[in-house]
C-alpha cells in the first residue's frame, strides 16, 4: 500500500506565496514522475508541473516563471513553491506519483489540498 500526503496549502493574498509538500510512503521500489496537478470548481484537472526521478521539470505555462516544482528522491517527496500567486491559482492541488514496486506500477493521487488566492 501506498501513500500520498500533502501539505501546505491555505489562504493567501494575491502576490503572495505557498509552498506545497508531497510525501510518499509505502511499498515503494522506485519512484519516475512526480507531479502536482490542480482543479478548479467547474473546471477539469490539469497538469500545474511535473518532474521525473532525475530532475527534468514541466510546466504549464500559466505558472512559468512563478512557481518550481523539485523533489528529494531520499525522501520520495515533491514539493511546489508557489510565488506570485494570483486569484486564478485557487483550485485543489493534487499530488501525483508513478510509482513501481518489485514488479508491479501504479499512478497514485494524495488527498488534494486547497490553495485559496485572494484579490
Known amino acids: 500500500q501506498v501513500q500520498l500526503v500533502e501539505s501546505g496549502g491555505g489562504l493567501v493574498q494575491a502576490g503572495g506565496s505557498l509552498r506545497l509538500s508531497c510525501a510518499a510512503s509505502?511499498?515503494?521500489?522506485?519512484?519516475?514522475?512526480m507531479g502536482w496537478y490542480r482543479q478548479a470548481p467547474g473546471k477539469q484537472r490539469e497538469l500545474v508541473a511535473a518532474?521525473?526521478?532525475?530532475?527534468?521539470?514541466n510546466y504549464a505555462d500559466s505558472v512559468k516563471g512563478r512557481f518550481t516544482i523539485s523533489r528529494d528522491n531520499a525522501k520520495n517527496t515533491v514539493y511546489l513553491q508557489m510565488n506570485s500567486l494570483k486569484p486564478e491559482d485557487t483550485a485543489v492541488y493534487y499530488c501525483?506519483?508513478?510509482?513501481?514496486?518489485?514488479?508491479?506500477?501504479?499512478?497514485?493521487w494524495g488527498q488534494g489540498t486547497q490553495v485559496t488566492v485572494s484579490s
Open positions: 501525483n506519483a508513478d510509482v513501481y514496486g518489485k514488479n508491479w506500477k501504479f499512478d497514485y
Open positions: 518532474i521525473t526521478s532525475g530532475g527534468s521539470t
Open positions: 509505502g511499498s515503494i521500489f522506485s519512484i519516475h514522475a
